[in-house]
């Protein structure tokens, strides 16, 4: 009797684990998803702001925007992105990120502020500042960014400048490269850009919410405003500070852009001196603009490293004009103004 249980124990043990090694077939691409993703990849190989063949990582340069070091800022039309938040006492700084350039002189380069790495992050950027808040300088190391910095890093030079020594600190894309290689830094990227781009021109006009954007105001304070106004010759957007024509230093042409995303985001002093903090992560409203048009949008940040996820107000991703884009992260008490 006992032979016939361990037998008939024997058989069913081999039924189980036959049926268990018969794993379920892997279910096959959709044939016609595939054909999508690559009929959609081979059309935005025609995008001019981005080369989608190219892992290169990209580079984030901390650029000042005191009053007195805006008149010799340089590089930043090279700049596919750029990002504009408050510092402490009113002023506001530029992150620009670059892909694939060869930028002779980008600046001037100023110190970090702990916030603007959570848009490093975002974009898997290569971040290069002069020095930086202690919460910034602690933050960096601990959140695996590659750093340059320009008080212990070399590739920095410093113009001879009617202003501030402070003001005058100046790079190149290839001394960053060079301390790319220097360190070790992962130069490549497997991570999808931040923002959904379309070969040539998004049309905001039909859509839910669409006014005309002939003329864009974002106040930061007493102090700094920026504002734009639309060249519908061109489709771009020229740039002002403070209503004076924002202009690069070497090629003395005014600063364009042909998408501006503005969001509100809270923001608070959290000692003495006035060191910010922004209220990122979470959701949010502001305005996406191109073209003569601005649409009313959603912002989404969940985490330090996510990206930040910019919807219309059916729910679907933006779709972002071939171009470079001025993202306008402002304090929430302020408000925009757009004709």
């Known amino acids: 009797m006992r032979k016939f249980l361990n037998l008939l124990l024997a058989f069913v043990l081999t039924i189980t684990l036959t049926s268990c090694g018969k794993k379920e077939d892997k279910k096959q691409d959709d044939p016609g998803k595939n054909e999508q993703k690559e009929e959609l990849k081979e059309e935005l190989k025609e995008l001019t702001i981005i080369d989608v063949n190219s892992n290169s990582r990209p580079i984030a340069v901390m650029i000042n925007n005191h ?8 590089g930043l039309q090279d700049a596919y992105l750029v990002y504009e938040m408050i510092v402490e006492g009113g002023i506001t700084r530029y992150m620009a990120v670059f892909k694939d350039k060869d930028t ?13 790495l959570d848009y490093v992050l975002e974009n898997d950027a290569i971040y290069t500042h002069f020095g930086g808040s202690d919460r910034a300088l602690n933050d960096i190391p601990k959140l695996g960014i590659n750093n340059i910095n320009g008080l212990v890093h070399s590739g920095f030079w410093r113009d001879s ?5 402070e003001h005058t600190a100046f790079t190149s894309m290839e001394n960053i490269k060079s301390n790319i290689s220097n360190y070790g830094y992962r130069n490549t990227t ?6 959904n781009y379309v ?51 070497v090629t003395k042409a005014q600063y364009n852009f042909k998408n501006i995303i503005i969001i509100d985001v809270n923001n608070y002093s959290l000692d003495s001196y ?18 003569g048009y601005a649409v009313p949008i959603t912002w989404e940040k969940t985490s330090r490293e996510s990206q930040t996820v910019y919807k219309y107000l059916n729910g679907e991703e933006i779709k972002v004009s071939d171009g470079n884009t001025f993202i306008q992260i402002k304090p929430a008490y302020e408000n925009a103004t757009i004709n």
Request: net charge negative.
């Open 274 to 291: 006035g060191l910010q903090e922004l209220e990122n992560k979470g959701t949010g409203t502001g305005y996406y603009i191109t073209n």
């Open 67 to 74: 009053p007195e070091a805006r008149p010799y800022q340089s």
């Open 161 to 165: 400048l009617p202003v501030a020594y």
């Open 199 to 249: 070969v040539g021109d998004a049309d905001n006009s039909a859509l839910e919410g669409a006014i005309m954007a002939n003329n864009v105001t974002i106040p930061y304070s007493y102090s700094t405003t920026t504002s734009y106004t639309y060249d519908s010759t061109n489709k771009v957007y020229n740039r002002f500070v403070n209503g004076v024509a924002h202009t690069d230093y």
């Open 190 to 195: 497997t991570q999808d850009t931040l923002l």
């Open 104 to 116: 002779a002189r980008i600046g001037s380069v100023r110190s970090s502020r702990h916030y603007y």
